[in-house]
Every structure is written in structure tokens, then in C-alpha cells.
């Protein structure tokens, strides 16, 4: 009986090691468990965190692309805008090139002008001279004429101008012209010359 007892309360005191060890280890599991469900916790934060790291490094992959897009198509622009300039400044460059002939080709007509300007101008003043000689000579010639009566002076006349002698008759019209036109002579060649 006493073996009995004794058996009885060796497995007591088993029975309360083992009560003792079941609530340490359900306690363990208990922590196990909590610790599980914290790191599950964790692992789906975790995840919504690299969810939203990719996300956002996704956006900003697509905001380069567009970003890059949009330098590929401002270069593109510049390169056309560039040739554009580029051959405005041949066109201009020809244009001031036939421009510059042009003044060159102007400048020679103007210096050719001036020679001839200059030419006529030493024409003008010989025709003048001689006119003025020639008027002056048949002024003479036609007064002692006129005065004298004198075949001879008109002979003369007519040999000194070698012209038929109607033409003296004619002339002596013309004559009273140029005597009325002496008295503006010099206006009147001013005028030319200028």
C-alpha cells in the first residue's frame, strides 16, 4: 500500500512537472505564435512598402521616359530650327554676295557715267565755244552785210561755212534765236551741265 501511495505520488509530482512543462510550452507557443504573427505583420508591411517602392520607382521610370521623350523631340526641333537659320544664312549670304555685285556693277555704271558726264561736259563747253565763235563770226559778217550791202561779205560768208547760200538766208532767221537766247546763255548752260 505504501508502494502504492508512493507511486501515486511520484506521478503527482510528475503529473505537476508536466502540468508545469505543458503551460511553459503553451506559453512558448503562445509567444511563438504572436512573434509569427508579428513577423507575418512585417513581411506583408514589407511587401506594401517594396509594392510601393517599385511603384514609385515605376512612375518615375515613366516620368524619365516622357522626360527623355520630350528632350528627344526639343532636339529634334533644334536640329530642324538649326538647319532652318543655317540655310537662311546661305540664302542672306548669297543675297549680300549678288547684292555686293550689284553695288560693284553700280559703282562701274556710275564711274562710266562720270567719265561720260565728264566727256559731254568738255563737248558741251568746245560746242560752246565754237557756237559762241561761229555766232560771233556770222553776227559780224551778217551786220556788214546788212549795213554794207556787199555781195562779197556774203560770199565770204558763204565760203567761211561752206553752205549753199539759202542757207545763209535761213540762217539769218535763226540768227535773231541765238541773239535773244545770248542774253540767258549762261543760266541756260548751267542748266545743261548740272
Known amino acids: 500500500m505504501e508502494m502504492l501511495e508512493e507511486e501515486v505520488g511520484r506521478l503527482r509530482k510528475q503529473m505537476k512537472i508536466s502540468e508545469s512543462e505543458k503551460?511553459?510550452?503553451?506559453?512558448e507557443i503562445e509567444d511563438r505564435d504572436f512573434e509569427l504573427?508579428?513577423?507575418t505583420l512585417c513581411i506583408e508591411k514589407l511587401e506594401e512598402s517594396i509594392s510601393s517602392v517599385?511603384?514609385?520607382y515605376q512612375c518615375e521610370i515613366e516620368s524619365m521616359k516622357l522626360d527623355l521623350m520630350a528632350l528627344e523631340q526639343n532636339l529634334f526641333e533644334t536640329k530642324k530650327t538649326l538647319e532652318e537659320r543655317t540655310q537662311e544664312n546661305v540664302t542672306m549670304i548669297?543675297?549680300?554676295?549678288?547684292?555686293?555685285l550689284q553695288i560693284q556693277e553700280a559703282e562701274k555704271d556710275v564711274e562710266c557715267l562720270?567719265?561720260?558726264n565728264k566727256d559731254l561736259k568738255e563737248k558741251l563747253q568746245a560746242s560752246d565755244k565754237n557756237a559762241k565763235?561761229?555766232?560771233?563770226?556770222v553776227e559780224e559778217q551778217f551786220r556788214e552785210w546788212?549795213?554794207?550791202d556787199d555781195v562779197q561779205a556774203s560770199s565770204n560768208l558763204?565760203?567761211?561755212?561752206?553752205?549753199?547760200k539759202t542757207f545763209v538766208y535761213a540762217f539769218a532767221c535763226i540768227l535773231l534765236f541765238f541773239t535773244q537766247l545770248k542774253l540767258n546763255e549762261n543760266n541756260h548752260l548751267h542748266c545743261i551741265l548740272i
Open 54 to 56: 517599385g511603384l514609385e
Open 114 to 116: 562720270d567719265k561720260e
Open 146 to 148: 546788212l549795213v554794207n
Open 133 to 137: 565763235s561761229f555766232v560771233q563770226k
Open 94 to 100: 548669297e543675297l549680300i554676295q549678288e547684292h555686293e
Open 158 to 164: 558763204e565760203r567761211d561755212i561752206r553752205y549753199p
Open 23 to 27: 503551460s511553459f510550452l503553451m506559453q
Open 37 to 39: 504573427r508579428n513577423s
